[in-house]
């Protein structure tokens, strides 16, 4: 069947820009005009890109999910390193015999817990960046196929 082309987008009345101040002439019809863009487009070639846009979508958001189940195993392993620590020190701390003792086990502490908390804040920088970009990938690629698929029929 012949492809008739259809008016995919149609801005009236659109503005000049005023060459002396670089600005659109808002309001004053006169130097207003119409302007139209016309593709050469299939239905079901529509049909099409549509089902792929919403392939993309899914995709992106299975990919999230599951970075974000990732990114929660994580945590809560981390959590269970935070607990231990603390225990660990708590018992420490119970059976310290004078304040130097005290003192140094608190600084010990101190120091392991701001260690771990370092390890484990750049561990996930790098998770977080990781399920970004498997998030994006399948837009982005979706993105890029639209483009090419779609800007040869634009006239």
Known sequence: ???TPVPVHS???AAKVSPQSGRA???QPERL???S???HIDGDEL???GRDNLDAYMAAGQAWAAGMGAIGHELAQIAWQVVDAQLTATQALMTAKSVDEVLNLQANHSYSATELFLSESGRLAEL???VAGQTAAPLQSRATASIEQWMPKID
């Open 1 to 3: 069947a012949p492809v």
């Open 11 to 13: 801005v009236a009345p």
């Open 25 to 27: 002439a808002v309001g």
């Open 33 to 35: 005009e119409q302007f």
């Open 37 to 39: 863009i016309t593709a």
């Open 47 to 49: 049909a099409a890109a």
């Open 128 to 130: 977080t960046a990781e």
